[in-house]
């Protein structure tokens, strides 16, 4: 049994190597063979809905991966509606999808990116970086920053006129330079589906987080959460506690989302369709040794 994770962007997108990418090199599963016995659509395109359909009606297995309320388009919608199974990456996101779509779900998490290094905040030296789809949620907070340096890595274009800040354009060896330079990561409330791999891959990197309330950082130990401004000036004053507290946070983030959970979850989901998808419809006995080979790497 072959399995192909279904993305129409490249590793410049966060989606791309947290949704497709990863999970296919974990699993040892292709990216955009759209030949393979189970095709996962992750961030689905309204262009999609043919190919899934086909895939169906073929007897192969189609499912859809929300990790962003991607079903606002009706083909979108469609495919989530007929897909064999549903992922999503949150427990916000898949009670939205059951309110929405009136669809069950499977999560499956982001998994970190980056190795772990030491925690290292020593002082005041602020980073955010993120899609500039949340550009909106830094400029909101800008202003009480800007006795503070800080910096911004994004596509530099989408954050013009943002005051007294370095903008860098994105990119893996630019998050992990700043990353090593920063002493905090803030993160403003964003919208309440995303995921917190943002937050995650900070916390992996040794920075202490400043977060607002967001529902997927309700449980993790060691960041301050509340009003951004107190967090950054609390820190000032307790650089070892922030250490320590971070070192907290990365034994959580160690244990709650690396690939092996991922890797089983994906495991367990695609199981079910090894022999017979719940519809009924065979798609071969291959599946049994490749499954069983499956392995994190």
Same mark, same amino acid.
């Given at each position: ?11 410049? +997108?966060?989606?791309? @190597? ?22 996962? *659509?992750?961030? =689905? ?6 190919? %899934? ?24 919608? +469609? ?40 925690? !290292? ?16 949620? *830094? ?28 903008? %860098? ?9 700043? *990353? ?27 920075? *202490?987080?400043?977060?607002?309330? !967001? =529902?997927?950082?309700?449980?993790? =130990? ?31 983030? @160690?244990? @709650? ?17 090894? %022999? ?22």
């Amino acid at each position: 049994m072959r399995v192909s994770f279904i993305h129409s962007n490249d590793e410049q +997108t966060a989606s791309y @190597r947290y949704r497709a990418q990863r999970p296919a090199n974990a699993l040892k599963a292709s990216v955009n063979d759209e030949s393979a016995d189970i095709l996962v *659509f992750a961030k =689905p395109k309204p262009s999609q809905l043919p190919l %899934l359909q086909r895939v169906q009606a073929e007897g192969r297995i189609a499912i859809v991966d929300c990790c962003d309320v991607h079903w606002q388009k009706p083909s979108v919608m +469609t495919m989530i509606a007929e897909a064999d199974a549903v992922t999503v990456n949150t427990p916000y996101m898949q009670a939205l999808v059951q309110e929405d779509c009136g669809r069950s779900s499977t999560i499956i998490i982001d998994p970190y990116e980056y190795d772990e290094v030491p925690p !290292h905040c020593e002082g005041v030296n602020l980073l955010w970086y993120g899609h500039p789809n949340n550009a909106d949620s *830094f400029n909101r907070i800008a202003p009480l920053m800007a006795q503070y340096p800080f910096k911004i890595v994004t596509n530099r274009s989408a954050m013009k006129g943002t005051a007294s800040a370095e903008v %860098l354009e994105w990119s893996i060896p630019v998050m992990l330079r700043e *990353f090593s330079r920063a002493d905090i990561v803030v993160m403003p409330e964003t919208a309440p589906h995303k995921s917190a791999n943002r937050t995650i891959e900070a916390i992996r990197q040794g920075c *202490f987080v400043v977060a607002e309330p !967001h =529902p997927s950082l309700v449980e993790f =130990p060691g960041i301050w959460i509340g009003n951004i401004r107190e967090g950054i000036l609390w820190t000032s004053t307790h650089l070892e506690e922030a250490r320590a507290r971070t070192t907290e946070a990365q034994a959580y983030v @160690r244990s @709650r989302y690396g690939l092996e959970p991922m890797v089983n979850a994906w495991k367990t989901l695609l199981r079910d369709y090894d %022999l017979t998808s719940a519809a009924g419809k065979s798609i071969g006995t291959a599946g049994s040794t490749l499954m069983a080979s499956m392995a994190v790497r």
